[in-house]
T-cell receptor
Framework: EADIYQTPRYLVIGTGKKITLECSQTMGHDKMYWYQQDPGMELHLIHY???????EKGDLSSESTVSRIRTEHFPLTLESARPSHTSQYLC?????????????FGPGTRLTVL | GQSLEQPSEVTAVEGAIVQINCTYQ??????LSWYQQHDGGAPTFLSYNGLDGLEETGRFSSFLSRSDSYGYLLLQELQMKDSASYFC?????????????FGRGTSLIVHP
């Protein structure tokens, strides 16, 4: 069982609100990721981090920001939510062992912006 | 860049064997992984192939041919609970990257 947690699990908010999606892992992994996934579709990488104070944007253009002040914590913030942000957001972490990089995913946050 | 191709949907009956193929194009290659995702759930890791050949884990096996840029996931003795989406993912290792690229996923429907 992976020790990676996301809160909230479900969120319904109005347009223009600022929100922060929380992600924490207790495995001590350096690498963490945020993905956006619409139902039945592929995962799109929106942000990743290789360690504390390291953050990079992913392939999918996103109006969100992330921070990595502690190894275990990788929150994602939307400054002004819009209906186009409605999606599932998945956080993951990984560690490279013998050139092998299994990702552990959190349960996800299902966001609906009205 | 990287691209992966896998079928969008596969159907089979309980007890059968099914194979989900994945072809990829990458500038470098550091392994092919498979993940399972049930509706509304998070992806969970199934297998990894770094070298050519077959890896077996219980009812699931995964195969890789680097010369053909091709791999597959084989599910045997299918059960209803195997109905899920299956994603292949590759890491090209470019610039020390640890970022995998996921395919679009294959929806497996298991019928009684």
């Amino acid at each position: 069982e992976a020790d990676i947690y996301q809160t909230p699990r479900y969120l319904v908010i109005g347009t223009g609100k600022k929100i922060t999606l929380e992600c924490s892992q207790t495995m001590g992994h350096d690498k963490m990721y945020w993905y956006q996934q619409d139902p039945g579709m592929e995962l799109h990488l929106i942000h990743y981090s290789y360690g504390v104070n390291s953050t990079e944007k992913g392939d999918l253009s996103s109006e969100s920001t992330v921070s990595r002040i502690r190894t275990e914590h990788f929150p994602l913030t939307l400054e002004s939510a819009r209906p186009s942000h409605t999606s599932q957001y998945l956080c993951a972490s990984s560690e490279l062992v013998n050139n092998y990089n299994e990702q552990f995913f959190g349960p996800g946050t299902r966001l609906t912006v009205l | 860049g990287q691209s992966l191709e896998q079928p969008s949907e596969v159907t089979a009956v309980e007890g059968a064997i099914v194979q989900i193929n994945c072809t990829y194009q990458t500038s470098g290659f550091y392994g092919l992984s498979w993940y399972q995702q049930h509706d509304g759930g998070a992806p969970t890791f199934l297998s990894y192939n770094g070298l050519d050949g077959l890896e077996e884990t219980g009812r699931f096996s995964s195969f890789l041919s680097r010369s053909d840029s091709y791999g597959y996931l084989l599910l045997q003795e299918l059960q209803m609970k195997d109905s899920a989406s299956y994603f292949c993912a590759v890491r090209d290792g470019a610039g020390g990257s640890y970022i995998p690229t996921f395919g679009r996923g294959t929806s497996l429907i298991v019928h009684p």
